[in-house]
């Protein structure tokens, strides 16, 4: 309970904050997202009501951009690069072996809560195609061996 009213009161100072912006909503929404991790759907009455929206109008723009998240993120995040190099160089393959090895989708976190998985659109590492990123580190040529050794080396130094 005591976390319910933090989160309330961080909302509240990131929307008196930014509230009076012109297009407040997605500055708001990211303001909450870059502090909290996620944008609690029990927010989105409060965001309403201040920027004087729907909860439908709030619901929507969450929903409609894949980079807001409802749900608190894992202690890191993966990021499956899907631009056209990595995908002519096998990372369609590799996106389903590191989804089958999580046992997650995009959007999600694994049960354990070490990682979420998120697409991305270019991570500009063309030349070492297929590219993934795990939270700022950038990794290249990537198979699906290489993933587990990566995932395996992170599991062992925490």
Request: net charge negative.
């Amino acid at each position: 309970m005591a976390e319910q009213e933090w989160d309330r009161e961080t909302v509240q100072g990131i929307l008196a904050s930014l509230k009076d912006k012109p297009g407040a909503l997605l500055p708001v929404l990211h303001g909450i997202q870059d502090t909290l991790g996620y944008v609690p759907p029990g927010s989105v009455p409060l965001i309403a009501s201040e920027l004087n929206l729907s909860r439908a109008e709030v619901h929507g723009v969450i929903t409609f951009y894949h980079y807001f998240r409802d749900t608190p993120p894992g202690e890191q995040t993966i990021y499956v690069c899907r631009a056209e190099s990595c995908q002519s160089m096998g990372s369609k393959t590799l996106e389903h072996h590191i989804k089958q090895r999580l046992g997650v989708d995009y959007h999600e976190t694994t049960a354990d809560g070490a990682f979420s998985l998120e697409p991305v659109y270019c991570l500009g590492n063309c030349a070492c195609s297929p590219s993934i990123m795990i939270d700022k580190e950038v990794y290249g040529r990537v198979t699906s061996q290489r993933f587990d050794d990566i995932i395996e080396t992170i599991r062992e130094s925490t």
